[in-house]
């Protein structure tokens, strides 16, 4: 806490307020002085640790930056990709900054690739898959019976032949089915002939046991063939198509697919040249075609892959949320696994540049301890001096008065033109020692010592001053005091307390708002408050009390509208007035302004008090005379102790009295004005 009082003046400016001389404002010891280089080199040192720590800092908060984008795109990546597939579990509530910094940091080992991320992602978006059939076994039974065909093509009846049917297939092939046709009869179906025993004898002779035997057999093995070829393709055709399977397995699925298809066809081929040969055999048993090559057929079509893949895709489907789960994983791991050795390596950068930043400061606030060692609680330097003049100049608005070093730079030194300051006024006394003690203030350097820690309190800053040096100090107080944490100005003035309760209107009017909405911190510690301060008797003894500004005061900073309202509620109290014994003062105060109004012609208070009871006829009120005479004034040797109670009450109603008596119309007016009830009065 910093406290201006006329204490505090007159232990640091005495001399050189003395009024008859220029003495230093204050003197610097051996000490401070000859530590200037000393100083000079610590303040070069501590500028550039700070330099240091600064950029370090700026370098860190940069890396900090990179982590916290990269941590919060890895998170964007992770809602975006996968919310989609579990919308309440992939939020950014459950994958918070925190969580996503913590997998990254934590992260070990292998992750999937991009390729695998992209898979992934991509089998997510496919439907549930459903089971498919298991491959059957292909049909290979003809094998065995293709053991005969070479023998069976080459075997040939023994028959008397028909001239006429020999090397005719399709007359043979005719006549064969016209003998079962006319089994039993004796007239021929086409002609009408008569089918004679010898003509019949002579035709199973032609198609004799052994033609039937060849035949019977081709045709057996005839249909055994085709029936091969037939399921063979069926086989194929019966298999799952690749789109049924998921997707990972389709591309081997599709190629082993196109495989069996050409084996297929291949074995296929194979036994339609069967059916060509076992076909010709059937048409003429007697003929003798070339067997093929069917060794194809020995072996079955590869079902390796196929079965393989189906067996896969059927395994995926009985645990689709399993596999569904981690593929998701695989998406979570790429994503966090792929960005974790960066952000480890940023994290550890901006690890290191905080720890540098920390050293820098910690080395700069041991240099500056050893800097307040050198230095003086009070410092003498030409930019004090110019900051002093400046603040002269702008309270005044002209620079009639100056602060300057003293040639042997060891302190201050107040001029006046080219002269030195000497017989300074009350009221230039007043203004360069709150200039002093306030820039002094900023000057000081004590260890913790932050402005915003600091509570600043200034008694009576506008003694002595006129009305512009008045208003240029409210404003440069304002200017001045907002760097501290909280500033208290106590004042007699009511044109300083106007100018306060203008320049703080606003935030006055937020703090007293935010308190009648109920807010207990603002009420406990509003931003804003004038409170009054004034001395009272409680219980026989003279205490210091506060209280709050009354709210005439809000409407009306003059004095003598509150001495008026303070007088008049002392009277409506009668002797519990607990300000009682400070209603004298207040009503003498009333009077002399209210005499300056009516009286302006004499320019003493006395004097003006006198011409306006002598206006009424017969003295009446020559007791007020003489109580404000004798009693009021406060600077005579009588105690307030011995003034007796029912004196000072009669005394200050008959003042008032005398003044409705001189200006009624005045009076009732401000009775109006300021709330007092007229009728008090008798």
Known sequence: MAVFTRKWVDANLSAFLDGASASAIVTLGREAIDAKEEEARLTEEITTLRGEAGEAEKQRKIATGKVDKLVREVQDRIVSELKEFDYNYFTKSRFSVTKVQDDLRGYKGEFPDSNAHAEA??????????????????????????????????ETPTRVAITALEGNPTAQAWVERGLELHEGLDHCLFCAGNVTSERRAQLARHFDESWLQIRGKAKDLLGAVTR?????????????????????????????????????DERVAALEAVEVAVSAKVDDPSATPEAPDWSVLVSAPSTTVLAQAIAEHNDQVRRHSEVITERKQTVLDHLVG?????????????????????????????????????????????????????????????????????????????????????????????????????????????????????????????????????????????????????????????????????????????????????????????????????????????????????????????????????????????????RLFLLPNAARRVLEVFASYKAPH?????????????????????????????????????????????????????????????????????????????????
């Open 602 to 682: 004499r320019t003493d208070f006395l004097q003006a008090l006198e011409v306006l009871v002598q206006a009424q006829d017969g003295e009446p009120y020559r007791d007020v005379y003489d109580f404000c005479n004798r009693f009021s004034h406060g600077e005579g040797s009588e105690s307030v102790d011995v003034l007796d109670a029912r004196a000072v009450y009669g005394q200050i109603r008959r003042c008032m009295e005398f003044l409705r008596a001189v200006d009624g119309e005045h009076f009732e007016r401000m009775c109006a004005a300021t709330s007092a009830n007229p009728a008090v009065l008798p």
């Open 338 to 578: 792929s960005q974790s050795e960066v952000f480890r390596g940023l994290e550890e950068k901006a690890k290191d540049l905080g720890t540098k930043s920390t050293a820098s400061n910690k080395a700069a606030e041991l240099a500056e301890r050893r800097l307040d060692k050198v230095r003086q609680a009070q410092f003498t330097t030409k930019d004090m001096a110019d900051t002093l003049t400046r603040d002269l100049a702008r309270v005044y608005g002209k620079d009639h008065l100056s602060v300057a070093v003293t040639e042997d730079g060891k302190s201050y030194a107040c001029r006046r033109g080219d002269q030195p300051g000497t017989d300074l006024s009350d009221g230039e006394r007043t203004t360069l020692s709150l200039l002093y003690f306030l820039r002094k203030l900023e000057d000081e350097q004590v260890p913790g010592g932050d402005p915003l820690q600091r509570i600043v309190v200034i008694d009576d800053p506008s003694s002595s001053l006129d009305r512009e040096a008045l208003f240029a100090t409210h404003q440069w107080l304002v200017d001045t005091l907002k760097g501290f944490g909280q500033y208290i100005v106590l004042t007699h003035d009511f044109s300083l307390l106007r100018l306060f309760v203008k320049s703080h209107k606003n935030s006055w009017g937020k703090s007293m708002k935010q308190i009648n909405d109920g807010n207990v911190d603002e009420a406990r510690f509003p931003k804003v408050s004038f409170l009054e301060m004034y001395a009272a008797v409680v219980d026989g003894e003279r205490r210091s009390k506060v209280g709050k500004l009354p709210r005439l005061l809000l409407n009306n900073t003059s004095e003598y509208a509150y001495l008026f309202s303070m007088v008049m509620a002392g009277i409506a109290d009668s002797e519990d007035h607990e």
């Open 228 to 264: 091969e070829k037939q399921m063979l393709s069926a086989w194929h055709s019966n298999l799952p198509v690749t789109g049924s399977l998921v997707g990972d397995l389709q591309p081997a699925y599709s190629q082993a697919l196109g495989k069996a298809k050409a084996e297929v």
């Open 121 to 154: 992602l991509k089998r997510l978006g496919e439907g549930a898959p459903a089971l498919v059939a298991d491959v059957a076994t292909p049909p290979v039974g003809v094998v065995a019976r293709l053991e005969v065909l070479s023998d069976l093509l080459a």
